[in-house]
């Protein structure tokens, strides 16, 4: 791949349409939590979801059978929406001829998250199977589902409880006629059903329209490097399992940003990396093992707290090192640290 992002290979790309594509930006705050090696793995667990929305016969099963058929060194399960429909009461089948499949309120949304809490958790779950022709979710043995890297959300109203868009790292709406078949469906459904048009125009919520459905190769290629990509972000710390991921808050997104920003004076610039630097001191340093201790207070009580229970040093590795040797003498007082510069041959 040349220079140009994703993002903008996508844009450019035949009938390709945006809606907000921001790509599970939330969501990789959520990785940055870790203060254990166990929560890393356990962090790193966590599966990309891909929610995949769109009319009916407008091709969402095929797009998710050629994204698997892709990803195919990847643990993919697909989950339907359609599995967890409500089973109908007595009265509801006695005029299942009304009965509205299409309405958010058909289905089941809360065993729907639950299904998806487990699995974002690394439980298995059973996923029930609807029978459409008794209205049953209890005819056929419910289908057993692990935990996967990639789980894909398919379903017609798969975008329109909030609570389920955010579980989502990815979104995408699959149209086959963006103008002509969103006209006939918002007339169709407000004038004749009776619903509102907020739940028709569900695909608002989409990263990605794909028009033409399975026919768009070049978008699903795309779609497919894209979770490839975010798949692979976080190998370094599957290959240093000491490696730690400070959680990201707004303080020190704002400090990225002003040491980012063309305009910040070099003395701005050097107070925040001190700052940013020292953050990451003082999270390194609560890593350390500790002992319990007992004190006596100046008012003769005993506090019971921890001591570090080992000596230290600092090894500053010239010449990026260097900027953080400050933050390591303001935090650890009288520490002794020592310089190693690496080299080539080449550049001596």
Do not use: W
Not at 15 to 44: C, Q, R, W, Y
Not at 67 to 96: C, G, M, P, W
Not at 188 to 215: F, M, S, W
Request: net charge negative; charged share 25%; with cysteine.
């Amino acid at each position: 791949m040349d220079s140009k992002s994703v993002e903008d290979m996508i844009e450019g790309s035949s009938g390709f349409h945006f809606s907000g594509f921001h790509m599970d930006g939330s969501k990789l705050n959520n990785i940055e939590k870790p203060t254990t090696t166990l929560a890393i793995e356990n962090v790193h667990k966590q599966p990309f979801i891909i929610g995949v929305a769109g009319g009916a016969a407008s091709g969402k099963t095929t797009v998710c059978d050629m994204i698997i058929q892709q990803l195919h060194d990847q643990r993919v399960v697909l989950v339907n929406q359609d599995s967890f429909y409500h089973k109908l009461t007595e009265e509801e089948l006695a005029t299942v001829h009304e009965y509205n499949f299409d309405h958010p309120d058909s289905f089941d949304t809360e065993k729907l998250l639950d299904s998806m809490e487990n699995l974002r958790h690394g439980q298995a779950v059973d996923i029930p199977n609807y029978d459409f022709k008794s209205y049953k979710n209890s005819v056929f043995p419910a289908r057993r589902v692990n935990p996967s890297d990639v789980i894909i959300l398919e379903g017609i109203l798969i975008f329109h409880d909030p609570r389920v868009r955010e579980l989502m790292n990815m979104k995408i709406f699959v149209d086959t006629d963006a103008d002509v078949r969103l006209a006939r469906r918002i007339r169709r459904d407000t004038v004749e059903k009776g619903r509102d048009i907020g739940v028709v125009l569900d695909q608002k919520y989409a990263d990605i329209i794909i028009p033409r459905g399975g026919d768009n190769h070049v978008a699903i290629d795309l779609i497919v490097q894209h979770i490839r990509t975010k798949l692979g972000q976080h190998d370094l710390c599957k290959i240093y399992p000491n490696l730690y991921v400070i959680q990201s808050t707004f303080q020190i997104r704002g400090m990225h940003t002003l040491i980012r920003d063309s305009q910040t004076t070099k003395h701005d610039f050097v107070f925040y990396a001190d700052r940013l630097i020292r953050l990451v001191v003082e999270h390194g340093l609560g890593h350390l093992p500790f002992t319990e201790k007992q004190v006596i207070t100046p008012t003769g009580s005993v506090y019971t707290g921890v001591d570090f229970c080992k000596r230290l040093c600092g090894v500053s590795v010239i010449r990026s090192g260097e900027s953080m040797e400050n933050a390591l003498r303001a935090c650890c007082k009288g520490i002794k640290i020592g310089k190693i510069l690496i080299h080539r041959e080449a550049y001596l």
